[in-house]
Structure formats: C-alpha cells, structure tokens
C-alpha cells in the first residue's frame, strides 16, 4: 500500500470560495503530480514539481496553483472556486528518473455548486 | 501533450475467460509504456510496464505486448477473475520529462 494521502476525500463547496486541497506522502519522492480526472475519463497532468521549490504546469490549462515547500507535502489551491472546476484531483508521486510506477492518492472529489 | 487512447470504453467477459485490453499511442519517442488499474473510489494502481525495447513482458496472470510497428499495446489478463473489474489505463512516460501521459480508460466488466 502507497503512502500518499489526499484530504478531503470529497468536498462540496460554494461558487467563489477559496479551496486547499491536501496532498501528502511518507515516502520521501522527490517528483509530485497533480491530475484532473472527470468520471471515466482519462487523467490529465495539471501540476508537477520535480522537488522543493519546484512547480511547474502540466499539459492541462488550470486555473489551480501549488506550492512545494517542503518534499512531503504538494498542496493543490483554487482561489475561486467555480462550477467547472467539479471534478477529481488525483494526486501522485514517484521515485527517481529510472523507475516507471507512479503512487496515487485516493483521489479529491470536487464539486462546486 | 501526447496522445494515448483506448480502442473500447467498455469490455465485458466472463469469469475464467481471459481478457485483453487495447491501448493505441502517437508519440515513438516513449521510452516505457505502463498499465495502471483504477478501482471504484481509488487512485490508480500499478499493473506492469513494459520498456520500448521489448515485444512482451509477463507478470503474474498478465501480459503486455507492445507492437511497436502500429503503435499498439495490449494487456492480457488470464482467468479473469471478479477483482479484475475496474477501469484500466495505458500510459506512456520519456524518461528525461518523467511525466506519465494516460489515455482514456477501459472499464472492464467481469460477470459471474
């Protein structure tokens, strides 16, 4: 079993709110992901930092932003939440370069009303 | 991005009966192809990859087989069992982005 963790599991929330969604692993993986995935869809890469102080965008636009301070703890932030940002984030992580599995967290259901 | 997309949404077998699942990719430049299993309510899990230098790659009950020629990936699964249901997803990953890109998944249904 992965240690990555993801908080909330689900979240319904007001158009306009500020939200923080929490991601956080025990395994000390210096690569962290964010994705977007709608029900039965494919997973798309919004954010990835390839360690502290390290952001970058993925391939998805998003209007979400994140933050690595520390190697543990990749949180995933909208500062306006709005009814198209309902969905799932699903948050992962992965050992160095050479190895090809990445750990996902359970995953944040969104929904904004 | 790159493209990678599943051939069928749904597929449907019988317990016992294998189980193959379609992945086609655009990008020849991947240097791993990967196949995760997604459970309701859970993030995806790790099935077995496979490097772009190969043909074939066994695990247990599974196979992979990538056709390089067509740009094709399948992932057998043997004696499909009732665990076996979820959603299964192909991904591709160049070693020096280590990003992964997915494709659409395949909910494979498995009756009793």
């Known amino acids: 079993e992965a240690d990555i963790y993801q908080t909330p599991r689900y979240l319904v929330i007001g158009t306009g709110k500020k939200i923080t969604l929490e991601c956080s692993q025990t395994m000390g993986h210096d690569k962290m992901y964010w994705y977007q995935q709608d029900p039965g869809m494919e997973l798309h890469l919004i954010h990835y930092?390839?360690?502290?102080?390290?952001?970058e965008k993925g391939d998805l636009s998003s209007e979400s932003t994140v933050s690595r301070i520390r190697t543990e703890h990749f949180p995933l932030t909208l500062e306006s939440a709005r009814p198209s940002h309902t969905s799932q984030y699903l948050c992962a992580s992965s050992p160095p370069a050479g190895y090809t599995e990445a750990f996902f967290g359970q995953g944040t259901r969104l929904t904004v009303v | 991005g790159e493209s990678v997309g599943l051939h069928l949404p749904t597929l449907s077998v019988q317990e016992g009966d294998n189980s193959i699942i379609n992945c086609a990719y655009s990008n020849s430049a991947s240097d791993y192809f990967i196949w995760y299993k997604q459970e309701s309510g859970k993030g995806p899990q790790f099935i077995i990859d496979?490097?772009?230098?190969?043909d074939k790659r066994q695990g247990q009950r599974v196979t992979v087989l990538l056709n390089k020629t067509v740009k094709h990936l399948s992932l057998q699964i043997a004696a499909t069992q009732p665990g076996d249901s979820a959603v299964y997803f192909c991904?591709?990953?160049?070693?020096?982005?280590?990003?992964?890109?997915f494709g659409s998944g395949t909910k494979l249904n498995v009756k009793p």
């Open positions: 496979i490097r772009s230098n190969m």
């Open positions: 930092s390839y360690g502290v102080n390290s952001t």
């Open positions: 991904a591709e990953k160049i070693y020096n982005f280590n990003k992964f890109y």
